[in-house]
Nanobody, 124 residues
Framework: QVRLVESGGGLVQAGDSLRLSCAASGRDFSMAAMGWFRQAPGKERDIVAAISKRGDRTYYTDSVKGWFTIETDNAKNTVILQMNSVNSEDTAVYYC?????????????????WGQGIQVTVSS
């Protein structure tokens, strides 16, 4: 059974840092593109960051470039999203995506596997 379990979310203040972690299990993700998406109320699930199959290339949506960093361990068992200098626009449910079909991308069809989502709330 494939599982992606997110952790590290919560309530923070604007300007703070937050580190989201995703533990992947149930299949080999070592040659799979991985990513983080987020979905705010009433909006589509949008990509935040992605890392390529070989881990040698990354993608970031424009609003987080320079602030967020995506990284994985060698086996892609853990995917990290380091979020620095967060603001209220970063408030959303964040989803870990395993084995991305394509990126950039929006919507649930972007990835084969999804975590259950974790809430990040930034107070101003």
């Amino acid at each position: 059974q494939v599982r992606l379990v997110e952790s590290g979310g919560g309530l923070v203040q604007a300007g703070d840092s937050l580190r989201l972690s995703c533990a992947a299990s149930g299949r080999d993700f070592s040659m799979a593109a991985m990513g983080w998406f987020r979905q705010a109320p009433g909006k589509e699930r949008d990509i935040v960051a992605a890392i390529s199959k070989r881990g040698d290339r990354t993608y970031y949506t424009d609003s987080v470039k320079g602030w967020f960093t995506i990284e994985t361990d060698n086996a892609k068992n853990t995917v990290i999203l380091q979020m620095n200098s967060v603001n209220s626009e970063d408030t959303a449910v964040y989803y870990c995506a395993g084995d991305l079909i394509m990126y950039p991308c929006s919507g649930s069809a972007c990835s084969k596997y999804w975590g259950q989502g974790i809430q990040v709330t930034v107070s101003s």
